[in-house]
């Protein structure tokens, strides 16, 4: 019997494995002949498509949620460098004015939502660009290099965002990859393996082959799954230590 796919499989290894699935069945033109089969792999078929939709999205996000991060260590240090001057009596004036422009917003605005956090970001640099915040920024070494990196990684961010918007914006309404990748598991487990397995017995000839070819892949991931599980459990990372010496 065809082994069950374990639930913890990857969406990626899933979609990879559903392919190769479809990809056998279609080029053995005998097994089109039982209905039920058909429809089940095309189901599968349509869902797997859906699924590597939804990695791709994800991938997007990524890269956002990425540029994003970046954002965050030029933010922050332009409130270091605020905490810094205060204790400076040298940049007494300069380093109050400062302040008083960052407290409007705090860090906290590094953690709003990515559009609050955007449109925070545009402000508070707005502020610092302000004719009367020229001399103070320059007044405090470092702080207008901080501003810069804050803005271009700003504008980074934004350009990133416009790039994949479309996509974002496209796939929004669909299911998440894990959502799918759920619905396939349980499509092949419940459905396609056990009728599979019982076309296997009822037609050895036609249908042998395709469940053999299917339940190696299965095994091999699943092998797969455990491995690196095992790996994962080492407190070593994988390796195994070696014996220890006897003491004399």
Avoid: C
């Avoid at 097994?31 to 095309?42: E, G, M």
């Avoid at 270091?80 to 004015?97: C, K």
């Avoid at 934004?158 to 974002?168: G, L, N, R, S």
């Avoid at 496209?170 to 056990?194: M, Q």
Wanted: no cysteine; charged share 25%.
């Amino acid at each position: 019997m065809i082994s069950k796919l374990k639930h913890s499989m990857r969406a990626a290894a899933v979609n990879t494995l559903t392919a190769r699935i479809v990809e056998m069945y279609r080029t053995n033109g005998a097994l089109a002949a039982d209905p039920f089969l058909a429809n089940t792999v095309n189901r599968a078929e349509a869902r797997n498509i859906d699924l590597t939709t939804a990695i791709r999205q994800d991938k997007v996000l990524s890269v956002i949620e990425e540029a994003d991060l970046r954002r965050d260590a030029p933010g922050r240090a332009l409130f270091h460098f605020s905490r810094a001057y205060l204790l400076l009596e040298d940049f007494a004036t300069p380093a109050a004015r400062y302040a008083e422009v960052l407290g409007k917003y705090g860090t906290r605005i590094f953690d709003a939502a990515q559009d609050e956090e955007t449109a925070y970001i545009d402000s508070l640099l707005q502020d610092l660009k302000a004719p009367d915040m020229s001399g103070v920024v320059t007044a405090l070494p470092g702080v207008e290099k901080a501003v810069e990196r804050l803005r271009s990684a700003q504008d980074a961010y934004k350009h990133t965002k416009a790039q994949y918007a479309q996509t974002v914006a496209s796939e929004a309404a669909r299911s998440t990859a894990s959502e799918i990748r759920k619905e396939i598991v349980a499509l092949l487990n419940t459905t396609l393996f056990p009728y599979v397995d019982a076309l296997r017995l009822s037609n050895p000839g036609v249908y042998g082959a395709f469940a053999e070819a299917i339940d190696l892949l299965v095994d091999e991931a699943n092998a797969l799954i455990a491995r690196r599980a095992t790996i994962k459990a080492k407190p070593d990372g994988g390796e195994t230590p070696p014996p220890a010496e006897n003491e004399a």
